[in-house]
């Protein structure tokens, strides 16, 4: 088996550091760059050397090396600036991801392909509906990244092991995501049971608001997405089926059709294998179907 993950820079090469850490599966980096994924396996590579870990990165600008690839992780385009929304890169990044859709098809039609590009899900449902592939072997890498940083805000608010946390995230990868406060438990206790108003306020906000805060300080988030994508491609590999906020098309379910976009799933050995219904209260509905209206606006300029 093989991880392609095409895009080299430092989230691709944290998405292959984090897999071959967790001994996944050899892993290859591609890019158009000359010497950079080749520069980053040889560093992954040593790395991996010290720790008495045998999986094999290799770096390559040739497409054609990723043939028979069993997943393939898409990190290519251009990353959000300080000041930039993630639906500032819609149009560039969506010419870029046509182009490499194209180049999964031919080469590594039968892989689970992971999307980390943003914007997540209308970059998702583009990398489905080029591909072709089959609905459940397609998803988008958002809500486990959203799903992290909601965690490291319940944990700093309650002071509670992150080991007894447990909470979901859902809708748009962006502007409209939806931090599940009424499904977030410490260890099976609501979390409302330990927090004030004020501080739920303050954990919803600065789980939509702290990507911007990090692109503003370093200037890219790096390490929490390669954990993300390598998360839920061990829940493949081990088939898992652990339950993974993950963007995926929906046919229905929210009462929603032909988007892509963040709700709880099985992952296991066959990719998306259930989505998770969540009965949604009111409020939780209206920005559900805020995100919803958002990806479907996104997805109307784009020619598919």
Do not use: W
């Not at 998360?231 to 652990?242: L, P, Q, Y």
């Amino acid at each position: 088996m093989t991880i392609t993950i095409i895009g080299s820079g430092r989230v691709g090469a944290s998405v292959a550091l984090n897999c071959a850490l967790r001994e996944l599966d050899d892993i290859l980096l591609l890019d158009i760059v000359k010497g950079l994924p080749q520069g980053e396996a040889l560093d992954i590579n040593n790395q991996l050397s010290e720790r008495g870990i045998d999986c094999k990165v290799s770096g390559s600008n040739n497409y054609e090396d990723m043939k028979g690839s069993d997943f393939v992780v898409v990190v290519a385009g251009v990353g959000r600036k300080p000041g930039m929304t993630r639906m500032d890169l819609l149009k560039t990044n969506a010419d870029i991801i046509k182009d490499v859709s194209g180049k999964v098809k031919s080469y590594a039609a039968d892989a689970i392909s992971v999307m980390v590009t943003n914007p997540l899900d209308p970059l998702t449902y583009l990398l489905l509906k080029v591909t072709g592939a089959a609905k459940n072997r397609v998803m988008g890498m958002g809500g486990m990244l959203d799903l992290s940083r909601f965690k490291y805000f319940i944990h700093n608010a309650t002071k509670v092991s992150n080991d007894s946390i447990q909470a979901m995230v859902i809708s748009e990868h962006g502007e409209n995501m939806l931090p599940l406060i009424r499904y977030s438990t410490l260890s099976g206790i609501p979390l409302n049971k330990f927090v004030t108003e004020q501080q739920v306020s303050e954990i919803f906000e600065n789980t939509k608001g702290v990507a911007a805060q990090v692109i503003a300080l370093k200037g890219a988030t790096t390490h929490a997405p390669g954990n993300a994508v390598a998360t839920m491609i061990e829940s493949v590999i081990k088939n898992k089926r652990s339950i993974i906020p993950v963007s995926t098309l929906l046919e229905g379910e929210y009462g929603a059709e032909n988007v892509c976009i963040g709700v709880p799933a099985i992952i296991g050995s066959q990719g998306v294998e259930k989505i998770i219904e969540l009965p949604l209260d009111n409020f939780e509905q209206a920005m559900f179907s805020k995100g919803v209206d958002s990806v479907k606006e996104a997805l109307s300029t784009l020619t598919l």
